[in-house]
């Protein structure tokens, strides 16, 4: 077991909860930096936070904020972290374009504010730092496959942010010899991931519509193309990284690329729902070619019995051959698209022993699963 301190920026995140699991389970002390919000913001770290023997005793949880850097320098002299994981972000693409300029602030001024702390109050020769860079970088691909040698050419105020964020990481890895590295990683994924991230909008979506409190589903465009991966493994990869002789920048990614409209049809799929598509551009519209109803009863009755909560949820759907459940609305295109992504994950292989093991199908179906027993339990 390590007696390593780490600290996290972004710990209340999807990649944040899971790699705070992981480090824990490795035997690391555990520090993380949440935001004061007028709301709860720890669900996903919950299960650790209300859990007498981590709290306080292996997890730390601080007040701070990546656009201030007197809570920074504070973190890091209290804390003396042997690695730090960069994970705090404005992480949504779509939102980029809204606010661009706070965007810039957190993805881009708040990783050189953490990374010049670093050297400010000596602790350039200690500690390690991880990046959460992103295939972001890589926008209007100039290749395909993409590896770290591909050149970047983002196309939104988020992936530009990254961009800088990336450079100067590499800079001060090359000015002062710090251990700094970029995981440049392709989407992930898993019941944890954010409700307005495309995949997690999709199998929730399916979930309440294939339960009948919900009609549709409305989406922007269909034919974008990612690299999905399982998050959890993902977050093992970044630990991978830190654990070099050297620091050097990482591709992570499964190395195959599925539509928007591919992992709709998994997912609806996975609850007796067979799609079918009508119609081009915004008049495209998802519809139900074969409903067989015994799958979701199943599911019902099997998630019903494994709940400790009695619930209330039956199936009241409506849905016949030919509903119309996915539509295509314009609100959710983006002023600069990125077409398609496809990482190659061979270096992280070699170097790393890194592989991502979840395909798609598997994934889809963990998320689906998981968002069924979500409105199953909480009636909505
Ligand atoms: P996420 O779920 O959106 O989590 C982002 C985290 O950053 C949250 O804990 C959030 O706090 C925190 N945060 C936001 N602004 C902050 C600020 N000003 N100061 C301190 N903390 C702040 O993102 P994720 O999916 O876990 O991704 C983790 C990182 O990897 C991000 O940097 C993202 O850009 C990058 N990345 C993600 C993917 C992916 O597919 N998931 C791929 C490549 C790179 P609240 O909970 O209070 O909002
Ligand atoms: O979009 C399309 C959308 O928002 C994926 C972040 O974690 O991964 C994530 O960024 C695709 C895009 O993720 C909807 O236009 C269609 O082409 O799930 P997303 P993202 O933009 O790929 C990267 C690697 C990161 O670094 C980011 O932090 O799906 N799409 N219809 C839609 N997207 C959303 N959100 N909502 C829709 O209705």
């Known amino acids: 077991m390590s007696s390593k301190r780490a600290l996290i920026t972004g710990i209340t995140g999807q990649d944040g909860s899971y790699l705070t699991e992981i480090l824990l389970e490795k035997g690391y002390e555990v520090h993380g930096i949440i935001r004061r919000s007028s709301s709860f913001n720890t669900q996903r770290i919950d299960h650790l936070y209300n859990n007498p023997e981590i709290l306080n005793r292996k997890l730390f949880l601080h007040y701070g904020d990546v656009v201030d850097s007197s809570s920074i320098n504070r973190l890091l002299e209290k804390v003396e972290p042997d690695e730090i994981y960069n994970l705090a972000a404005q992480s949504h693409v779509k939102v980029s374009f809204e606010v661009p300029d706070y965007t810039a602030q957190v993805d881009a001024l708040g990783t050189l504010r953490f990374i010049d702390a670093i050297k400010e109050v000596g602790l350039d020769k200690k500690a390690k730092f991880y990046q959460a860079s992103t295939s972001e970088l890589y926008g209007k691909a100039r290749e395909v496959p993409q590896d770290e040698n591909t050149p970047f050419y983002p196309r939104s105020p988020y ?30 994924e898993s019941p944890r991931r954010g409700e307005t991230f495309v995949t997690r909008k999709i199998t929730r979506a399916a979930a309440r519509i294939a339960l009948g409190l919900q009609d549709k589903l409305v989406l922007g465009n269909l034919d974008a193309k990612r690299d999905w991966g399982y998050a959890p493994e993902y977050c093992e990869g970044m630990w991978r990284m830190l654990q070099q002789d050297e620091p050097d920048d990482y591709v992570l990614a499964t190395g195959e690329t599925h539509s928007v409209r591919e992992f709709c049809e998994l997912a609806f799929a996975e609850l007796g729902i067979e799609l079918e598509w009508r119609g081009k551009g915004v008049e495209e519209r998802g519809i139900v070619k074969e409903f067989d109803i015994e799958v979701i009863s199943d599911k019902l009755r099997v998630t019903s019995n494994e709940l400790t909560t009695s619930s209330h949820v039956t199936s009241h759907t409506s849905l016949t051959n030919g509903s119309v459940v996915v539509e295509v609305s314009p609100q959710y295109f983006r002023p600069t698209e990125v077409d398609l992504l496809m990482g190659n994950p061979k270096k992280a292989k070699e170097k790393l022993g890194w592989e991502a093991k979840t395909r798609l199908e598997e994934l889809v179906k963990i998320m689906v699963n998981a968002d069924l027993k979500k409105v199953i339990e909480k009636g909505y």
């Open 159 to 188: 992936g530009v942010a990254k961009l800088y964020a990336y450079w100067i990481i590499k800079n001060y890895r090359e000015a002062y010899n710090i251990f700094a590295v970029n995981g440049i990683l392709f989407n992930h």
